[in-house]
C-alpha cells in the first residue's frame, strides 16, 4: 500500500527537521567561538556604533541575562541590558516635540508596520518595504525606513536573513506545516492478532487531520516511497 504525501507538506517536514539541526550547530559553534573571543580579548575595550548597541541591545534582551553570559565576548550582559533600558527610555523621551521644527514625525502606526515588513520578511530590504508602503498609500523613502528599523536594532535584509529566528522561520511557513505520525490499532484477522499501522496528518494551522491510510508493515517499500 502507498501513501501520497502533498508536496509541500514533504518540503515542510525536511525543511522543519533540517532547519532545526542547522540552528543547534550554529548554536553551539557561536557558543565555542566566543568562549575562545573573550579570553583573546581579555580587558581590552571595543568601541561600537550606535547601531550596533542598538542591535545587541535588541538581540541580547530576546536571549535573557542566563544566555547572554554564555554568549556575550565584547561586553557584559549588564551592559547590554542597560542598552536596551536606554533604548526603551528614548521611545518615550518626547521632549523633541517641543518647539520642534522641520519634517514631523512618523507616525507610530507607520512604523509599527514597517517593522512588521522587516520581521516577517527577512529578505525584504529598504526599497523593497518602501514600495510595499507605498501600495498602502504610505509615503516613505527607503532611507526613512532604513532609519525606522536602525532605530529599534533591526539589520539591513542581508544580515536579516540569516539571522531569522525559529519562531519568525515557524510563523512564516505556518500555513504549510504538517505533522504526521502513526498510530496502531490490533485487529484479530485469520492470521491472528495483527497490528495495524494508521499514517496521519494534520495541518498545524488549521488542527485539521486526514486519514492517509494504513499498512502492516511500516517498514514496506510502499511506506518508504
Known amino acids: 500500500m502507498s501513501f501520497v504525501f502533498r508536496p509541500w507538506q514533504l518540503f515542510a517536514l525536511?525543511?522543519?527537521g533540517a532547519a532545526e539541526q542547522d540552528y543547534q550547530r550554529a548554536i553551539d559553534y557561536l557558543v565555542a567561538e566566543n568562549r575562545i573571543l573573550k579570553q583573546k580579548l581579555g580587558k581590552r575595550r571595543i568601541l561600537l556604533t550606535d547601531d550596533e548597541r542598538r542591535v545587541l541591545a535588541v538581540k541580547g534582551k530576546a536571549l535573557g541575562r542566563k544566555a547572554l553570559e554564555q554568549l556575550a565576548a565584547i561586553c557584559t550582559p549588564d551592559t547590554?541590558?542597560?542598552?536596551?533600558?536606554?533604548?526603551?527610555?528614548a521611545k518615550w523621551n518626547h521632549s523633541e516635540k517641543r518647539n520642534a521644527t522641520g519634517?514631523?514625525?512618523?507616525a507610530a502606526e507607520v512604523e509599527e508596520i514597517v517593522l512588521r515588513m522587516a520581521k516577517e520578511n527577512p529578505t525584504w530590504g529598504y526599497d523593497r518595504i518602501a514600495g510595499a508602503l507605498a501600495n498602502l498609500g504610505q509615503e516613505l523613502s527607503d532611507t526613512t525606513v532604513g532609519n525606522i528599523l536602525k532605530a529599534h536594532g533591526i539589520e539591513p535584509a542581508p544580515a536579516r536573513k540569516k539571522t531569522t529566528n525559529w519562531r519568525t522561520f515557524v510563523k512564516s511557513h505556518w500555513d504549510v506545516l504538517a505533522a504526521v505520525d502513526f498510530t496502531t490499532v490490533e485487529v484479530w484477522t485469520t492470521r491472528g492478532?495483527?497490528?495495524?499501522?494508521?499514517?496521519?496528518?494534520?495541518?498545524l494551522a488549521t488542527r485539521r487531520?486526514?486519514?492517509?491510510?494504513?499498512?502492516?508493515?511500516?517498514?514496506g517499500r510502499p511506506v518508504q516511497k
Open 14 to 16: 525536511a525543511a522543519v
Open 209 to 219: 487531520v486526514h486519514f492517509a491510510g494504513c499498512t502492516a508493515n511500516p517498514h
Open 193 to 203: 492478532l495483527v497490528t495495524f499501522y494508521l499514517l496521519f496528518v494534520m495541518e
Open 103 to 106: 519634517r514631523p514625525k512618523i
Open 80 to 89: 547590554i541590558l542597560r542598552w536596551h533600558r536606554e533604548l526603551i527610555a
